[in-house]
Protein backbone atom coordinates (compact mmCIF):
# COMPACT_ATOMS: atom_id res chain seq x y z
CA UNK A 1 0.00 0.00 0.00
CA UNK A 2 1.79 3.66 -0.61
CA UNK A 3 2.70 5.54 2.04
CA UNK A 4 0.35 8.41 1.30
CA UNK A 5 -2.74 5.89 2.18
CA UNK A 6 -0.65 4.63 5.38
CA UNK A 7 -0.21 8.48 7.15
CA UNK A 8 -3.35 9.20 5.75
CA UNK A 9 -5.38 6.67 7.75
CA UNK A 10 -3.23 6.98 10.81
CA UNK A 11 -3.53 10.75 11.11
CA UNK A 12 -7.58 10.63 10.21
CA UNK A 13 -8.73 7.60 12.42
CA UNK A 14 -6.44 8.81 15.05
CA UNK A 15 -7.87 12.21 15.26
CA UNK A 16 -11.34 10.78 15.06
CA UNK A 17 -10.93 8.49 17.99
CA UNK A 18 -9.60 10.90 20.07
CA UNK A 19 -13.02 12.70 19.09
CA UNK A 20 -15.34 9.91 20.17
CA UNK A 21 -13.34 8.94 23.32
CA UNK A 22 -12.57 12.61 24.75
CA UNK A 23 -15.23 14.19 23.12
CA UNK A 24 -15.75 17.89 23.42
CA UNK A 25 -17.24 19.98 25.83
CA UNK A 26 -18.20 23.02 23.52
CA UNK A 27 -22.16 21.84 23.17
CA UNK A 28 -24.26 24.66 24.10
CA UNK A 29 -27.16 23.72 22.81
CA UNK A 30 -26.86 19.78 23.27
CA UNK A 31 -30.21 18.07 24.94
CA UNK A 32 -30.25 14.59 26.98
CA UNK A 33 -31.99 12.99 24.16
CA UNK A 34 -29.19 14.49 21.59
CA UNK A 35 -26.16 13.26 24.12
CA UNK A 36 -27.89 10.03 23.95
CA UNK A 37 -27.75 9.51 20.12
CA UNK A 38 -24.26 11.09 20.24
CA UNK A 39 -23.40 7.89 22.34
CA UNK A 40 -25.26 5.81 19.43
CA UNK A 41 -23.10 6.79 16.71
CA UNK A 42 -20.07 7.03 18.71
CA UNK A 43 -20.65 2.97 19.46
CA UNK A 44 -21.08 2.89 15.85
CA UNK A 45 -17.79 4.07 14.78
CA UNK A 46 -16.32 1.73 17.08
CA UNK A 47 -17.33 -0.91 14.98
CA UNK A 48 -16.16 0.07 12.01
CA UNK A 49 -20.10 1.51 10.93
CA UNK A 50 -19.32 4.72 9.83
CA UNK A 51 -22.16 5.01 7.52
CA UNK A 52 -25.04 4.34 10.66
CA UNK A 53 -22.90 7.02 12.79
CA UNK A 54 -22.92 9.47 9.69
CA UNK A 55 -26.82 8.88 9.99
CA UNK A 56 -26.96 8.91 13.82
CA UNK A 57 -24.93 12.44 14.08
CA UNK A 58 -27.06 13.79 11.19
CA UNK A 59 -30.26 13.39 13.11
CA UNK A 60 -28.54 15.16 15.14
CA UNK A 61 -27.53 17.92 14.20
CA UNK A 62 -31.35 17.98 12.35
CA UNK A 63 -33.09 18.51 15.79
CA UNK A 64 -30.04 21.41 16.65
CA UNK A 65 -28.23 22.46 13.95
CA UNK A 66 -25.64 24.05 16.42
CA UNK A 67 -24.16 20.82 17.97
CA UNK A 68 -20.61 21.46 17.13
CA UNK A 69 -19.69 17.91 18.29
CA UNK A 70 -22.55 16.14 16.29
CA UNK A 71 -21.07 18.45 13.69
CA UNK A 72 -17.33 17.34 13.96
CA UNK A 73 -18.00 13.74 13.98
CA UNK A 74 -20.16 13.74 11.26
CA UNK A 75 -17.47 15.33 9.08
CA UNK A 76 -14.79 13.11 10.42
CA UNK A 77 -17.15 9.86 9.38
CA UNK A 78 -17.46 11.38 6.13
CA UNK A 79 -13.81 11.46 5.63
CA UNK A 80 -13.31 7.84 6.42
CA UNK A 81 -15.75 7.42 4.39
CA UNK A 82 -14.34 9.07 1.15
CA UNK A 83 -11.07 7.86 2.60
CA UNK A 84 -12.32 4.24 1.95
CA UNK A 85 -13.96 4.72 -1.29
CA UNK A 86 -11.00 5.99 -2.50
CA UNK A 87 -8.91 3.23 -1.44
CA UNK A 88 -11.59 0.80 -3.21
CA UNK A 89 -11.17 2.93 -6.41
CA UNK A 90 -7.59 2.51 -5.99
CA UNK A 91 -7.89 -1.15 -5.86
CA UNK A 92 -9.81 -1.48 -8.63
CA UNK A 93 -7.50 0.29 -10.77
CA UNK A 94 -4.84 -2.01 -9.35
CA UNK A 95 -6.67 -5.28 -10.11
CA UNK A 96 -7.43 -4.25 -13.76
CA UNK A 97 -3.73 -3.82 -14.21
CA UNK A 98 -3.34 -7.28 -12.50
CA UNK A 99 -1.56 -5.70 -9.96
CA UNK A 100 -3.15 -8.23 -7.49
CA UNK A 101 -1.08 -8.47 -4.32
CA UNK A 102 -1.34 -4.05 -4.45
CA UNK A 103 -5.02 -4.40 -4.83
CA UNK A 104 -5.48 -6.96 -2.22
CA UNK A 105 -3.37 -4.36 0.11
CA UNK A 106 -5.22 -1.57 -0.67
CA UNK A 107 -8.89 -3.31 -0.51
CA UNK A 108 -7.72 -4.79 2.89
CA UNK A 109 -6.93 -1.62 4.25
CA UNK A 110 -10.15 -0.29 3.60
CA UNK A 111 -12.08 -3.00 5.09
CA UNK A 112 -10.04 -2.73 8.59
CA UNK A 113 -10.90 1.09 8.11
CA UNK A 114 -14.49 0.78 7.62
CA UNK A 115 -15.33 -2.84 7.94
CA UNK A 116 -19.41 -2.48 7.32
CA UNK A 117 -18.83 -0.52 3.50
CA UNK A 118 -19.41 -3.17 0.92
CA UNK A 119 -17.08 -4.06 -0.98
CA UNK A 120 -17.57 -6.54 -3.57
CA UNK A 121 -14.41 -5.90 -5.49
CA UNK A 122 -12.87 -7.43 -2.84
CA UNK A 123 -14.73 -10.59 -2.35
CA UNK A 124 -14.22 -10.86 -5.95
CA UNK A 125 -10.72 -10.32 -5.74
CA UNK A 126 -10.25 -13.11 -2.48
CA UNK A 127 -11.93 -15.20 -4.78
CA UNK A 128 -9.24 -14.64 -7.54
CA UNK A 129 -6.21 -14.84 -4.68
CA UNK A 130 -7.17 -17.86 -3.60
CA UNK A 131 -7.85 -19.63 -7.02
CA UNK A 132 -4.67 -18.52 -7.78
CA UNK A 133 -2.89 -20.25 -4.95
CA UNK A 134 -4.95 -23.02 -5.12
CA UNK A 135 -3.44 -23.43 -9.36
CA UNK A 136 0.14 -22.67 -8.15
CA UNK A 137 0.03 -25.17 -5.65
CA UNK A 138 -1.51 -27.95 -7.96
CA UNK A 139 0.88 -26.54 -11.08
CA UNK A 140 3.90 -27.45 -8.57
CA UNK A 141 2.07 -30.52 -7.32
CA UNK A 142 2.36 -31.70 -10.97
CA UNK A 143 5.50 -30.43 -12.25
CA UNK A 144 7.10 -32.52 -8.71
CA UNK A 145 5.38 -35.60 -9.86
CA UNK A 146 6.35 -34.83 -13.92
CA UNK A 147 10.26 -35.17 -12.13
CA UNK A 148 9.38 -38.23 -10.43
CA UNK A 149 7.73 -40.13 -13.58
CA UNK A 150 10.93 -39.28 -15.70
CA UNK A 151 13.09 -40.93 -12.17
CA UNK A 152 10.68 -43.65 -12.52
CA UNK A 153 10.87 -44.47 -16.35
CA UNK A 154 14.52 -43.85 -15.91
CA UNK A 155 15.16 -47.13 -13.45
CA UNK A 156 12.63 -48.83 -15.81
CA UNK A 157 15.00 -48.65 -18.65
CA UNK A 158 17.56 -50.06 -16.74
CA UNK A 159 19.15 -47.12 -14.73
CA UNK A 160 20.34 -47.98 -11.66
CA UNK A 161 20.10 -46.28 -8.31
CA UNK A 162 24.07 -45.79 -7.79
CA UNK A 163 24.56 -43.99 -11.15
CA UNK A 164 24.73 -40.65 -11.16
CA UNK A 165 22.22 -39.83 -13.93
CA UNK A 166 19.55 -41.19 -11.20
CA UNK A 167 21.15 -38.86 -8.59
CA UNK A 168 20.72 -35.65 -10.53
CA UNK A 169 17.26 -36.86 -11.30
CA UNK A 170 16.26 -36.89 -7.73
CA UNK A 171 18.44 -33.94 -6.75
CA UNK A 172 16.22 -32.01 -9.31
CA UNK A 173 12.85 -32.89 -7.24
CA UNK A 174 14.32 -31.18 -4.52
CA UNK A 175 13.53 -27.97 -4.51
CA UNK A 176 10.02 -28.92 -6.43
CA UNK A 177 9.58 -31.25 -3.21
CA UNK A 178 10.44 -28.16 -0.85
CA UNK A 179 7.96 -25.91 -2.72
CA UNK A 180 5.21 -28.75 -3.06
CA UNK A 181 5.66 -28.48 0.97
CA UNK A 182 5.87 -25.11 1.41
CA UNK A 183 2.42 -24.58 -0.71
CA UNK A 184 0.73 -27.33 1.32
CA UNK A 185 1.19 -26.11 4.47
CA UNK A 186 -0.25 -22.74 3.63
CA UNK A 187 -2.99 -23.97 1.58
CA UNK A 188 -6.40 -22.89 3.72
CA UNK A 189 -8.03 -26.51 4.83
CA UNK A 190 -11.28 -25.34 3.88
CA UNK A 191 -11.64 -22.34 0.53
CA UNK A 192 -13.85 -19.60 1.65
CA UNK A 193 -14.88 -18.83 -2.32
CA UNK A 194 -17.03 -20.69 -4.87
CA UNK A 195 -13.73 -20.45 -7.19
CA UNK A 196 -11.57 -21.78 -4.34
CA UNK A 197 -14.32 -24.26 -3.59
CA UNK A 198 -14.72 -25.21 -7.28
CA UNK A 199 -10.72 -25.86 -7.83
CA UNK A 200 -10.32 -27.45 -5.02
CA UNK A 201 -12.92 -30.05 -5.71
CA UNK A 202 -11.98 -30.63 -8.81
CA UNK A 203 -8.22 -31.43 -7.34
CA UNK A 204 -8.76 -32.71 -4.21
CA UNK A 205 -8.73 -36.06 -5.42
CA UNK A 206 -5.58 -36.30 -7.83
CA UNK A 207 -3.85 -34.16 -4.97
CA UNK A 208 -4.63 -37.17 -2.52
CA UNK A 209 -3.34 -39.59 -4.39
CA UNK A 210 0.05 -37.96 -5.62
CA UNK A 211 0.16 -37.04 -1.95
CA UNK A 212 0.35 -40.25 -0.32
CA UNK A 213 2.87 -41.42 -3.46
CA UNK A 214 5.04 -38.83 -2.66
CA UNK A 215 4.94 -39.36 1.41
CA UNK A 216 5.70 -43.36 0.78
CA UNK A 217 8.64 -42.78 -1.26
CA UNK A 218 10.00 -39.63 0.59
CA UNK A 219 9.46 -37.24 -2.02
CA UNK A 220 8.39 -34.97 0.85
CA UNK A 221 7.89 -34.99 4.73
CA UNK A 222 4.59 -36.01 6.38
CA UNK A 223 3.15 -32.80 6.36
CA UNK A 224 2.75 -31.54 10.27
CA UNK A 225 5.31 -34.27 11.27
CA UNK A 226 7.98 -33.32 10.10
CA UNK A 227 9.96 -30.02 8.81
CA UNK A 228 11.84 -30.37 5.40
CA UNK A 229 15.24 -29.76 6.77
CA UNK A 230 17.49 -31.79 5.08
CA UNK A 231 20.19 -30.94 2.87
CA UNK A 232 19.93 -32.23 -0.98
CA UNK A 233 22.15 -35.03 -0.62
CA UNK A 234 20.48 -36.69 2.53
CA UNK A 235 16.98 -36.28 0.49
CA UNK A 236 18.43 -38.04 -2.64
CA UNK A 237 19.78 -40.68 -0.47
CA UNK A 238 16.20 -41.09 1.43
CA UNK A 239 14.47 -41.47 -1.75
CA UNK A 240 16.43 -44.01 -2.93
CA UNK A 241 16.43 -45.86 -0.11
CA UNK A 242 12.44 -45.86 -0.25
CA UNK A 243 12.48 -46.75 -3.68
CA UNK A 244 14.98 -49.86 -2.36
CA UNK A 245 11.93 -50.85 -0.23
CA UNK A 246 9.44 -50.82 -2.19
CA UNK A 247 10.11 -51.15 -5.76
CA UNK A 248 8.29 -48.41 -8.40
CA UNK A 249 5.24 -49.43 -8.00
CA UNK A 250 3.96 -49.63 -4.32
CA UNK A 251 0.11 -49.20 -4.18
CA UNK A 252 -1.20 -48.66 -0.72
CA UNK A 253 -3.75 -50.40 1.03
CA UNK A 254 -7.26 -48.91 1.26
CA UNK A 255 -7.27 -46.56 4.84
CA UNK A 256 -5.27 -44.46 6.53
CA UNK A 257 -1.38 -45.77 6.26
CA UNK A 258 1.15 -45.41 9.44
CA UNK A 259 3.79 -43.93 7.38
CA UNK A 260 6.27 -44.07 9.82
CA UNK A 261 5.64 -48.03 9.62
CA UNK A 262 5.87 -47.88 5.54
CA UNK A 263 9.32 -49.49 5.56
CA UNK A 264 8.68 -52.62 7.73
CA UNK A 265 6.38 -53.15 5.15
CA UNK A 266 8.30 -54.80 2.77
CA UNK A 267 11.34 -56.03 5.59
CA UNK A 268 9.10 -57.12 8.20
CA UNK A 269 12.71 -59.40 9.57
CA UNK A 270 14.08 -55.64 10.47
CA UNK A 271 11.01 -54.76 12.45
CA UNK A 272 12.95 -55.75 15.64
CA UNK A 273 15.62 -53.21 15.07
CA UNK A 274 13.24 -50.21 15.32
Same mark, same amino acid.
Request: charged share 25%.
Given at each position: MKMKWHWAIVYLVGFFFLLVFF????KPHSRIEEDGSIVQGDSLVRVGDFEQAVEVYAEVLRKDPENLEARDKKEQAEKIMALTAELIREGNAAARKNHLDEALGLFESAKELAPHTPNESYQKLM?????? @?IKEFYGNMLELDAKWEQVKEELKKGGTLSSKKISESIAAMHPLAQKYYTGNKRLPNKPATPEGIRLYEEYQEMEEHYHTEFIIYRIIPEIDVETFEEDVDKY???? #???IQVFG??? @??EQGKLNY #???FYIRHPELKGYQ
Open positions: PSNHGVLEAR @QVENV #KMNLDY @QP #KEL
